[in-house]
């Protein structure tokens, strides 16, 4: 990957979404057609899938450089503690979407921390219990005393 991401990203398969912070649609721009009402991020060349998103609140646009920019879906905080920030988002006719975002705690060599969003099972219930969950841990058994 040539560009790391400031705030987050999201994986799907072989496609990266990466968070960024500029006002894209403020720029000059275009919507992108929905193909069988899913946004389709990209179409797999020797089996015929797709990577799509069917959410109805979100949107595609290209920008006229040829960028494109998936607008936010919608998800929501929903709890935080010294863990993270547990976000979720309903889908229609699927589970629900829901993310941690996660603040590495090491540095980097301008000082800064980057965040990451991690999904994790439509369960979890806080941020804690959702990292605990990426090291299959419960929740009561995660606690570490030192982050590298």
């Known amino acids: 990957m040539a560009e790391q991401p400031r705030s987050g990203q999201y994986r799907q398969g ?17 919507g992108v057609a929905r193909d069988a009402g899913r946004i389709v991020l990209a179409y797999g060349e020797a089996t015929g899938h797709a990577h799509a998103i069917a959410d109805p609140d979100a ?13 936010d879906s919608g998800a929501h905080a929903v709890q935080a503690d010294e863990f993270g920030t547990l976000y979720r988002r309903e889908m229609l006719d699927d589970e629900p979407l829901v993310m941690v975002k996660v603040r590495n705690s090491t540095p980097e060599p301008d000082g800064s921390h980057k965040s990451y969003f991690l999904r994790v099972p439509p369960n979890v219930e806080t941020a804690r219990e959702a990292v605990a969950w990426t090291f299959g841990l419960e929740a009561s058994d995660y606690g570490p005393s030192v982050q590298t």
Do not use: Q
């Not at 072989?14 to 275009?30: G, I, N, T």
């Open 14 to 30: 072989d496609v990266l979404l990466v968070r960024v912070e500029d006002d894209v649609k403020a720029r000059p721009h275009r």
């Open 59 to 71: 949107e595609l646009i290209e920008l006229e450089t040829g960028e494109r920019f998936l607008l």
